[in-house]
């Protein structure tokens, strides 16, 4: 298991994709499915909400026909990366290459 400081993990985000984050890939680990927050963004959820939500839960959780229903705040063995937020240590979507 691969543990980041929320620092680190930006730090990755923005050497991978650049600015702004809205446009970053994340791959689900269940069903390899790459998406976006601009993708959570365009099937209606606010920025604030896409970007919490986009590195954590499938797309499918959101639309039909597009990647699958999971979401690691239920599920503990499929994710290899945490990232440490504040207090909390969160499960998330790897960065896709």
């Not at 690691?72 to 207090?87: M, P, R």
Request: charged fraction near 25%.
């Amino acid at each position: 298991m691969l543990t980041l400081s929320e620092e680190d993990w930006w730090a990755n985000g923005e050497k991978l994709f650049g600015n702004p984050p809205r446009g970053w890939k994340f791959q689900c680990p269940n069903c390899g499915g790459i998406q976006t927050g601009k993708d959570l963004m365009d099937l209606g959820l606010s920025e604030v909400e896409a970007m919490s939500k986009v590195f954590r839960f499938c797309i499918g959780n959101f639309t039909k026909g597009k990647g699958c229903d999971l979401t690691l705040d239920f599920v503990e063995s499929c994710h290899s990366t945490e990232v440490v937020l504040g207090e909390q240590i969160v499960p998330v979507f790897e960065y896709a290459k």
